[in-house]
């Protein structure tokens, strides 16, 4: 809260606009907000209405924010005295012990290693692209904003001409999709893949990262395939690729949503049905504690696996051998029933102050936000200013997450109530 | 599903038809299918496009399935021996022994003749409008067509210029709306009401029947206010309206997506918020075992009492008294689950089968056919056939609901895993 507050003062400075398109007060405090939340809607490109120094900021902003949600998301647990329903602590333990780590301070190295090399590996992959193309000077500054945009699930642009001159290029494509889906798994899921890589009998790979692995997988390929077929002969999207490069773009578009936010393709170009499929992969998201959005992977499985279990008249929850505990069934459900409320609430906010506005496409911006995905149909430059501040504070809700935003809230208050009400069962559900 | 068949052979005969805007086979199972689930969706209008033959065997249709949910929310639970998660049948016992009916027989008997009480009445005071208005012989046909239609939720309408003609009209308004409003509480909780009122000592008020009045009177309530907010000054709905009139057409307006389906107003001039409240109130639906659609009343007020829970850092979910237990909040979360699953699978299928139509527009109907609502944004009669296919599945499967529908395909099997799996609480969710 006070990141954003500082960020939107900071993009106050001189300097920091080209004076192509002038935002006021109320389009930098968005601009601030989608920075530190990650998001990566912009009203205005940044390219042009930002001078250099500006565009510094903003990543500067991602930066922070993306660091801040992975050591948060990793930190949480490791220092919070409170009991909360799942054992995060007790997960994150494990990892940790594993890697030798004392403290929160050699944790928090460890990341800080980690997020430096993840992204001047990506800037040196996009150099090699980026350096001949535009030069050393501004070739080596575009790889390495594009790297720390893409490794923090920002999904800010600012080379000219955008990203989707790339979307036939495996290297840029292929580089910034590993970002995104990296990012998107979070800290924890690598971290222990990668200790049990290292000593598979010590580290067993842990049920959460197998679901969300293979969630991860199912969506992937889901997605890739689906845009595949739809778009394949859209003049406005993938009709005018090479089969090969067809096969990329469709990866790519299957890759953003989760939630990246480069466009590899026109998003307002693409058919009715693949808009429907991104706005339920941006709803979804990526893993908890990741820098994605939505409302996760494993929320999504678990469930899946409930409505199947209901369907085919099981009981019990089974994932990988283990039974899901109803406690994390009531969460989930309960965390959807919140993000749809907190969604719904927010887009039909925009639909009665922006009433002009295409319903489509104010749905996709609202799911964008929330999800803190960044996609758009080119619409966040078309919406008023009560209509940004709604998305501000959907973007910041949709960031720290509805629960963590409750937790914080009630973090004084008893949990339990003190009366024991009689148990009541009947009534009839659906 | 038989009904379905045999009324699609019906609406075959010769002389069903005027000739008027002819429809073919895949059109005419459509219509019976939007007959027999009551949704009230059709290609054609059924004043123009079928005789009185034709409209005849189509309001007998509807009738069928309407007294068909009545009759079979309320017998399954007293003949059903297999257990089901909520005691239905205990509810239900409780309140027939209030009525001194021993079986099955005497409870239809009773339904009957409820349904014909409601209906002759509904025709009755609808007489005292239609009568003067269209003479003696067609303003009976259209008292009692109406009746009939309203009664069982189902919406069709065959009189010339609809029922937007009657939206200042008090009488005829009031006693569709409050038949629909009868119709969407169920017989249960109407049976409930009436015991309780005559003796209330010895007939408590369901918790059930306490839940599910208070949800339907906050969705009136919350609904009037908006609509009439929204619309007030839309010349296309309320505009032209006396202030009078206005209240009654909002009112209207808020009462038909629970699930009538007559439509007061224009729907396609609603402005997009209204449309998406719409959507919304026809998602949440009516009570279960009623002639309404959607996840349920019930469904809509746990996920909302569990999400203030979430956030509010309450854990045991108290309504009136009682703690709900948490298999029902499970049940909650899945059905909405499913539900969503089901509408979004037969919206991207339409998306896919109909890439030309507005993505708005078939969002509505798809919404609109799985909740048994029968509004339109007039999009029904540009679907093509494989569209009206996906649509009669889904009117369909939301009328006999994704849970009915399992139940009975899972009757056989056995409901309990046999291994004993190790229970798994390390999942973040959310
Ligand atoms: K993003
Ligand atoms: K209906």
């Known amino acids: 809260m006070l990141g954003i507050l500082l960020g939107t003062l900071a993009l106050h400075l001189p300097g920091v606009q080209t004076g192509v398109n002038r935002l006021d007060s109320v389009k930098l405090l968005f601009t601030a907000t989608s920075a530190i939340c990650i998001t990566g809607l912009t009203v205005s490109d940044l390219g042009d209405g930002f001078t250099r120094f500006g565009q510094i900021i903003v990543i500067v902003l991602a930066q922070i924010g993306g660091l801040g949600i992975v050591t948060f998301g990793t930190l949480v647990a490791m220092l919070a005295g409170r009991k909360v329903n799942f054992t995060e602590r007790q997960l994150l333990r494990e990892q940790i012990s594993a890697l ?4 929160a301070v050699s944790l928090l190295r ?3 290693l980690y997020t ?15 350096v001949p193309q535009f030069g050393l000077g501004d070739g080596l500054y575009y790889a390495l904003f594009h790297s720390v945009s893409a490794f923090n699930n920002a999904g800010f642009v600012v080379m000219p001409g955008g990203m989707s001159q790339y979307v036939q290029d495996p290297l840029v494509s292929l580089v910034i ?18 200790t049990h890589w290292q000593d598979p009998r010590r580290n067993r790979l842990l049920i959460y990262s197998k679901l969300t692995l293979s969630t991860t997988a199912f969506l992937l390929v889901t997605g890739t395939v689906v845009y595949l077929a739809l778009e394949w002969a859209n ?6 690729l090479q089969p090969a490069g067809k096969v990329l773009a469709a990866f790519f578009q299957s890759v953003t949503p989760r939630s990246g936010g480069f466009a590899p393709l026109n998003t307002e170009a693409l058919v009715s049905g693949s808009l429907f499929l991104t706005m339920a992969l941006m709803f979804v998201g990526a893993n908890s504690g990741s820098t994605g959005g939505g ?10 696996g409930s409505a199947w279990n209901l369907i085919s008249g099981r009981t019990d929850l089974i994932a990988f051998g283990r039974r899901i505990v109803p406690e994390n069934v009531v969460r989930a459900g309960t965390i959807t029933a919140i993000y749809t409320l907190l969604v719904s609430g927010a887009f039909f906010a925009l639909l009665v102050t922006n009433p002009k506005l295409d319903f489509t496409h104010l749905l996709f911006e609202t799911i964008s936000a929330a999800a803190t995905v960044g996609l758009s149909m080119n619409t966040t430059s078309q919406i008023n200013d009560p209509g940004l501040l709604i998305l501000t504070v959907l973007m910041y809700l949709g960031r720290i997450g509805p629960v963590t935003f409750a937790v914080a809230i009630n973090a004084r208050r008893t949990n339990k109530s003190l009366i024991d ?8 559900v659906g």
């Open 100 to 103: 030798n780590v004392g403290g």
């Open 110 to 112: 460890i990341i800080l």
């Open 116 to 130: 430096l090399v993840g992204e001047l590996a990506g800037a040196a992959l996009l150099a090699l692209r980026f």
């Open 177 to 194: 999709a590993l970002q995104i889906i990296l990012g998107g798994l979070g800290f924890l899921v690598q971290l222990n893949v990668l």
């Open 235 to 240: 003049p406005g999207t993938l009709g005018p």
């Open 295 to 304: 409302i996760k992977t494993s929320t999504f499985a678990i469930l899946m």
């Open 421 to 428: 009400y009689p148990p009541e069962r009947d009534i009839l």
